[in-house]
């Protein structure tokens, strides 16, 4: 139990997810709490130092995502806490260490996300002064489902305005601010939405820790290409962003190595009351149906759709960029036939900026590396289709598709055709990607091989046609020999069980050829999680 | 190269398939639903021939009636619009102010033909809102909300407003509903362009005394007492609100009705007594003619008045009910 504590001490606002076996337990309050919430029994564990007993509950391991999801959507945070080391090499206790914070901003899972709606999270930074009509705001936001990331500074009455605005038109799904920190009472829109506030520690806003985050993150010497360099209200909030999401994903992020800073007077200003009036993205009664968005939504990628929200609730208002769109609608309007190609092509695509964000967190599983290759393969079609198109601005973004004949070479090259969907389950790196593996996969395949020849040589030397070599779990490999043979059997059969219709033995021989066989596929097991965990 | 390692390479792939989706969807639905490409530009002028609403268009199947609208900074910076509820004054705010939004987007536009100078603020309050749940009354939303326009918007922005001043008295929501348009058509700050629907007709006074302000109306025939919408908006102000039509149309009971047209022919000739309009356009100062309808009461009827107010109904049986002198409160009354 100590090491739980400990992980309850680190973690002290999350439920935590403590692994035991193949199950997920939860101790002390935490389980009363998911119990309700998720509706399981509680039990009690033993008793703790004083006598008491310890409540407890626990879900099995392999349906934890479908747990997690639902606790972190009626606003829960759960920490998961694995064992990180192989239960059967372990000296004592089994290591284990807090894998990952799941809350309602880091959730990125697909299966519990709405394709057509972002995911963000947002982190605000207010400037401290005696003057609160002098405050200055920053904001950054990112979704980690897609790797978006955007930041804004705010100043002023109007400022805060326009933050309470963007608060409540883009309603993140969490909140992050410097412990200690009244925003709350400045921006009530985050009580009036529910939204989940995350409090982390004040230095993570400090703007010089911030700025090294930032720079860490983005690998770059200088923000100067981000257009950040002055804008310390904004860097700090980012820079925290970052550092949080670092901390309870453990994970490198390595799909956020770019910002945006978002100028106020880049876009139409439309507050949220103009948007719920006139139901741009979702009409009077909180659906879809009935708004402008489910109205002209013609797009055919999951990532179209989102784009398309998202032009909805900020439109343009430099003059150009308009009439880039324009032009660009225009020639696809013009141009029906290689519209209807593009369009048909675009249908091999899944959700891109989702898959490669799994990929990128580690949450992937060997068929999402599948699926990515699949959707980048179309990439070469679209640009041929798209190669007669004028439209500067079709032109510019037929210029910005990148073939990534490589990230599909290495894919077709590593991983099978058609892997299994959990890492676990092995058996999806192929032959000749690593000579370690290919080296365990021959003592595997030879042993296997040598088990079935075992059946035709002692069919021959018992002559009972009708024995078999099989394997089960719990015993590993045996023969089994019906009852009418058993006068047969040779006295080297050791009995190990009897079932309906006769008995099972194994042999000296059989075990031999066992241990090498099943410590070949553990280690092969080992080796192709460890390649995937590098991909 | 390993997927992780490309993962800005994927990413930004990833964006221009998006762009490229949605460009291509765009057009498809310009196709389909007949769209026109906007004209926009950097000037102040909004103006439109036969602009739909995308959503109520498809639902109407074929019978929406399509509107023109022409908003500028100079004689058509306000427009009042008049005309009885139900005539699609709700819609068309809707429409002109999706316009702007569609085309500023980068979409085509439901209208036959579109040019539109860039506003930089859209303002629509069209309709209820949903904050009454949170406990504020309906009319100290809207009044937050209209404060959020007057003091936000420019005069490069585009307003739409439905009926300001309908959640408070007639005369309150009068009086509030003509300092508004005024401040925005002179006295304010900014003068964005602005689409102004209310039931209010004196407000269509207001374009007598400024010239950048404009009526408009929504068309309605009358036939055999019953009124047939025609869903279209015409310059000039409207004469009547059909309010009574509209009732009757509702299903109000007969002698309801009736009585409501007693009321109304009272009024009118009240209306007409005072010196007709412009009532309270500002150019007749005659403001102490104006009360008639609320004047002191006579001795005789605060003397009957008190008589009802003696008389306790839970303690009264229906046959003393019939015993009131009620004669002779008559008698009184015409003294």
Known sequence: MRQYFDAKRQYRHALVFFRMGDFYEM????????????????????????GAPVPMCGVPYHAGDTYIARLVRKGYRVAICEQVEDPKKAKGVVKREVVRVVSPGTLADTGYLDAREPSFLLAIYATSGADPRATAYGVALLDLSTGEFDVAEYAGPDGLQALRDEIAVLRPREVIVASGSDIGASVPEIAQLGLTVTDVEGWHFDIETARQTLLDQLRVASLDGFGLERRQVAVAAAGALVRHLRDTQKAELAHVRSVRLKESTDALVIDPTTLKHLEVVESTDGGRQGSLLHEIDRTITPMGGRMLRAWLLRPLVVLERIRDRLDAVEECAIRATERAKVRETLKGVQDLERLMSRIALATAGPRDLVALCASIAVVPRVSLLLDGFEAPLVRSLRGELDELADVR??????????????????????????????????????????????????????????LKVRFNRVFGYYIEVSKSNLHAVPPDYHRKQTVAGGERFVTPALKEYEEKVLGADERILERELAIFEDL | MSPRGAAPRVLDTARALAALDVLAGLAETASVSNYAKPHVSDDDTLAATDVRHPVVERLAGGSFVANDVQLDSRDHQLVIITGPNMGGKSTYLRQVALLCLMAQAGSFVPAREAKIGIVDRLFARVGASDNIARGQSTFMVEMQETAQILNGATSRSLVVLDEIGRGTATFDGLSLAWAVAEYLAKDGPARPKTLFATHYHELTDLADAQPNVNNAHVAAREWKDDIVFLHKILPGRSDRSYGIQVARLAGLPGPVITRARTILHALEQDELSRGGRPAISGQRPAPTAQLGLFQAESPVEERLRERLREVDINRTTPLDALQLPVVSWKAEAED
Do not use: C, N
């Open chain 1, 27 to 50: 101790f002390y309050e935490d389980a009363l709490v998911a119990a309700r919430a998720l509706d399981l029994t509680l039990t009690s564990r033993s008793k703790d130092a004083s």
């Open chain 1, 409 to 466: 070479g290495w894919i077709e090259t590593t991983v099978t055709a058609e892997p299994p969907a959990l890492a676990r389950d092995g058996g999806f790196v192929r032959d000749g990607v690593d000579t370690e593996l290919d080296g365990m996969r021959h003592i595997s395949r030879s042993g296997k091989q040598l088990i079935a020849e075992m059946e035709e040589q002692e069919r021959a030397r018992t002559g009972i046609a009708s």
